[in-house]
């Protein structure tokens, strides 16, 4: 019988496993794929998810970022970019390889290529059940991203709201990497590298084109009840980005997939566990980045196994629970309310846009913002009287009072 069982092994269940087994804990990760495996995502990591991470990960770093080039409704080049940020780009398929190896290393147990299909509550533990096989421990740790089925078998989440999730097309695109230097790290102010954002395509939602070491990741994504829009800006996107750039993107990598956009935070655990990162819908809704909160939450999920197991006490899982909450949930009922304005309409962005370009203080919170520098809940009051009080029209504008 284990201490722990974490199931899924993306950058939160790696980090639960790894942190729990620093703990003293014997822990096992279950993960339904075979390493390397790919994972549809951009790869930004913002300075926050590197601070939180306590782990040398420069040999995965392809490339770095000062921040972002911004395309607005109306054609317009925005530069948002701040001498406090430092972003870094990785590919899903190694980072994630080696964040489950740094687990290894610390002693968990990983089987790969087993799925998770059930669960099974005992008298003194839980059980996991997969095709053939089944492991059991005193407690559960379900880590299985967006489409957590750990979430539906602890009847905490039967489905997401059309409101709670985000649809995404996106590919790596294959490149050499002399032209990936040509065309992508656009230089921003003061010569600083940034990456570029798309808010001129899709109505609550953006697309973007990040360089890797051996491509483009291209993509763009937006709130799954605005989706019939989705396909189009996608076109959209790859003609722009062929057009501007002068080059033919190879797209036939192309996956659809889906992120949980946070908001409030609902029921995180159940008798005897806890969901993190995708699984428990931990992302900013602002941006669509969630590795950070992956790792923030699988690390939070560790320290409070390794608790209950010394106290002998698995009713702690409570404790999660709550500081999840206090941590987390500010932060992102407040990204809600910006992300509202910012993905409400192609003139809500196109404003907003206009006021960071015209204010250089405006410019630094909203760089801040989209980088998670500073936890938005930290910004929210000082972006909402910056607006009303220097730019009241385009505050009235857009709905601010
Ligand atoms: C198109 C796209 C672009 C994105 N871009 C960014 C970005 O640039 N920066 C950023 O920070 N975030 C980005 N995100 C969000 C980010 O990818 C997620 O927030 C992050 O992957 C969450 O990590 P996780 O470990 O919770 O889940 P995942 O990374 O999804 O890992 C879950 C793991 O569980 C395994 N699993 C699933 N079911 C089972 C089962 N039944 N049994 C066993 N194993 C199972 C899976 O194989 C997988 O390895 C993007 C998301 C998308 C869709």
Known sequence: MYDLTVIGGGPAGATCARKAAEAGLDVLLLE???????????????????????????????????????HTPSQKKVILTSKNLTGHLITRSRFDSYLLQKAVDEGVEVIQGVEVVGLEQLKSGIRA?????????????????????????????PKWASDQVAMCI?????????????????HGAEGCPVIELYFDLVSWGYGWCFP?????????????????????????????????????????????SRVPLGGKIHRSIARRSMLIGDAAGLVSPITGEGIS??????????KIASEAVE???????????????????????DSRWIADILHRSPKHSELLFQMVDEDPV????????????????????????????????????????
């Open 32 to 70: 339904k794929a075979n390493h390397p495996r790919d994972k549809p995502c951009g790869g930004a990591l913002g300075p926050f998810a590197v601070q939180n991470l306590d782990l040398d990960i420069s040999p995965m770093i392809e490339h770095i970022f000062h921040g972002a080039l911004v």
């Open 293 to 302: 909160y992956a790792i923030q939450s699988g690390s939070l999920a560790a």
């Open 170 to 186: 996106s590919a790596e695109v294959p490149l050499n990497t002399k032209d990936v230097e040509s065309v992508m790290m656009t």
């Open 212 to 256: 890797k070491e051996k491509g483009l990741s291209v993509g763009v994504g937006c709130r799954l009840d605005k989706r019939e829009d989705l396909r189009h800006a996608w076109e959209k996107l790859v003609t722009k980005i062929e057009l501007d750039k002068g080059i033919e993107l190879d797209t036939s990598r192309k996956v659809s």
């Open 129 to 157: 059940l997969a095709v053939g096989d089944s492991y059991k421990s005193h407690l559960l740790v379900g880590a299985d991203g967006v489409n957590s089925i750990i979430a539906r078998k602890l009847g905490v989440r």
């Open 362 to 401: 405006m410019r630094n919170y909203f760089t801040d913002v989209l980088s998670r520098v500073v936890p938005f809940s930290n910004m929210k009051g000082k972006i909402g009287k910056r607006m009303l009080s220097k730019h009241p029209l385009k505050a009235l504008q857009l709905g601010l009072r």
């Open 311 to 333: 106290m002998k006490t698995p009713t702690h899982v409570v404790e999660y629970d709550t500081q999840l909450k206090k941590k987390l949930e500010k932060e992102l009922i």
